[in-house]
């Protein structure tokens, strides 16, 4: 158990919606990170954030945001959904943005888009 | 931006046997080099990592190697056991002060009693 925790496990839901994907990361860690894995497109960096503020983005879709909140859990919004956002979502956490630190990955959320 | 390609994509050993993966990165400045570990239906699990200041470090049966010359690193399993048995990424982070993970494809690792 790497002490990241990741709620819902798993989520359905038709094109067109918008979910909401929770993390809560190891006690002490400030930095959360979200990655998108999905056959295609192996494990991909989404979103970093630091204490509150956005600290690094990669290939997140703009129907994508992501917050963390004061007490440091984050959530990830997908809205609009398609398909081929079908995928597992994992979100990890670190003590500090830098210099590089370990990441110790949640469980995931399942999202299947039907 | 970074790219870590992994090889191979499957690998099948015998019980007791070694295995190797092997990955490649572009960026120059990746200074940090995890290895991740996931089995069916869970997260990715930290293995092992290395920073570029170090050439070589061992973890009970694990040992992760890193070239900074030909920009490559490896992992390395000893007496595997069918427990290993799992899907292997390797990563480095983006520029010297970075701590975006980019990953490689992964290796499907099959130990057979």
């Known amino acids: 158990d790497s002490g990241v925790t990741q709620t819902p496990k798993h989520l359905i839901t038709a094109t067109g919606q918008r979910v909401t994907l929770r993390c809560s990361p190891r006690s002490g860690d400030l930095s959360v990170y979200w990655y998108q894995q999905s056959l295609d497109q192996g494990l991909q960096f989404l979103i970093q954030?630091?204490?509150?503020?956005?600290?690094a983005k990669g290939n997140i879709l703009e129907r994508f945001s992501a917050q963390q909140f004061p007490d440091l859990h984050s959530e990830l919004n997908l809205s609009s959904l398609e398909l081929g956002d079908s995928a597992l979502y994992f979100c990890a956490s670190s003590p500090s943005p830098g210099p590089p630190y370990e990441q110790y990955f949640g469980p995931g959320t399942r999202l299947t888009v039907t | 931006g970074e790219n870590v390609e992994q090889h191979p994509s499957t690998l099948s050993v015998q019980e007791g046997d070694s295995a190797v993966i092997k990955c490649t990165y572009s960026d120059s400045a990746s200074n940090y080099f995890p290895w991740y570990k996931q089995e069916l239906g869970k997260g990715p699990q930290l293995i092992i990592d290395?920073?570029?200041?170090?050439g070589e470090k061992k973890d009970q049966r694990i040992a992760v190697t890193l070239n900074k010359t030909a920009k490559h690193f490896s992992l390395h399993i000893t007496e595997t056991q069918p427990e290993d048995s799992a899907v292997y990424f390797c990563?480095?982070?983006?520029?010297?002060?970075?701590?975006?993970?980019?990953f490689g494809g992964g290796t499907r690792v099959l130990v057979k009693p």
């Open positions: 954030y630091y204490n509150g503020e956005e600290r």
């Open positions: 290395i920073r570029s200041n170090v």
């Open positions: 990563a480095a982070n983006l520029g010297a002060a970075g701590n975006k993970l980019t």
